[in-house]
Structure formats: C-alpha cells, structure tokens
C-alpha cells in the first residue's frame, strides 16, 4: 500500500535489508537488499496484498463494463520484478 509506505534516510554506511517473519513453525526469510557505503542515501519499504490487487482489478473490470469503455492492461513495473509474475 503506498500510503502506508515507509521511508527512512541512511546517514552512514551499512546493509539495508528486507525480514519477513511468518506467524507459523517457517522460518523467516531475510534479504540484503543494499549495502550503502559513504554518506549513505534513502530506503523505501512498499506491500500490497493478494486481496487489493483483486478487488483493484474486480472493479476495473466492473467499471469498464457497466460504463461500455475499452478496459486495456498495462504493465510496466521495473522495480517489482516478482509483481507480473
């Protein structure tokens, strides 16, 4: 949810890195997701759940229908690279 995404300046050199703790008996997953050196620079932290991605395409679909347009999908997300997948 980008709203509710979360940022934080790095001022030093360091891993930046992404856990994720699940709630049963797995274990959690970490990832280095980049090494600062020197001053530092910025992180961003986004998530989006299974449920929003489809309600947002159920109502695209039901939009487009009610209102007889052209419903044409897009994608472009460099950034998420395990989003279209």
């Known amino acids: 949810d980008q709203y509710r995404a979360t940022d ?4 030093e050199s360091g891993k930046l890195k ?6 049963g008996h797995n274990e959690k997953k970490e990832f280095e997701v980049f090494n600062f050196t020197g ?9 989006n759940t299974d449920e929003s991605i489809h309600a947002f395409a159920e109502a695209s679909m039901n ?8 419903l044409y999908l897009s994608t472009k997300n460099t950034i998420l690279k395990k989003y279209d997948g």
Not at 18 to 23: E, I, M, Q, S
Not at 63 to 70: D, F, N, S
């Open 8 to 11: 934080i300046v790095i001022q």
């Open 18 to 23: 992404l856990v994720f703790v699940p709630n």
């Open 39 to 47: 001053a530092g620079g910025v992180a961003l932290s986004m998530y």
């Open 63 to 70: 939009t487009a229908y009610q209102k007889k347009w052209p």
